[in-house]
Nanobody
Framework: QVQVVESGGGLVQAGGSLRLRCVAS????????MAWFRQAPGEEREFVGG????????DYPNSVKGRFAISRDDAENTVYLQMNNLKPEDTAVYYC?????????????????WGQGTQVTVSS
């Protein structure tokens, strides 16, 4: 049984930074592809980035490119989302997802395991 737990969300002013943490326990972490998504009220879930089993990250969507970065620490069963220069439009619930595929994708339906989400609120 794979469990995914996010942490690190909170309230931050525009221009600030946050680092989200996601621990995926159960099974072999290094065999999992990991990704982050976000969902604002009334919006569809949006892919913000992923990291392949190899440790290489995916391309990022234009909305976060140059500001967000994903990394993984297989020894700690953890993936991080570093978010810099945050904007009010980054406000959303951020979800971590895991799957046993070799490569991360931007499709939420490709991921079997999800966390409960962590709220990020960016004030202007």
């Amino acid at each position: 049984q794979v469990q995914v737990v996010e942490s690190g969300g909170g309230l931050v002013q525009a221009g600030g930074s946050l680092r989200l943490r996601c621990v995926a326990s159960g099974g072999t972490f290094s065999s999992k592809t990991m990704a982050w998504f976000r969902q604002a009220p009334g919006e569809e879930r949006e892919f913000v980035g992923g990291v392949h089993r190899s440790g290489t990250s995916t391309d990022y969507p234009n909305s976060v490119k140059g500001r967000f970065a994903i990394s993984r620490d297989d020894a700690e069963n953890t993936v991080y989302l570093q978010m810099n220069n945050l904007k009010p439009e980054d406000t959303a619930v951020y979800y971590c997802a895991a799957d046993y595929r070799p490569y991360a994708t931007s499709q939420a339906s490709d991921y079997d395991y999800w966390g409960q989400g962590t709220q990020v609120t960016v004030s202007s």
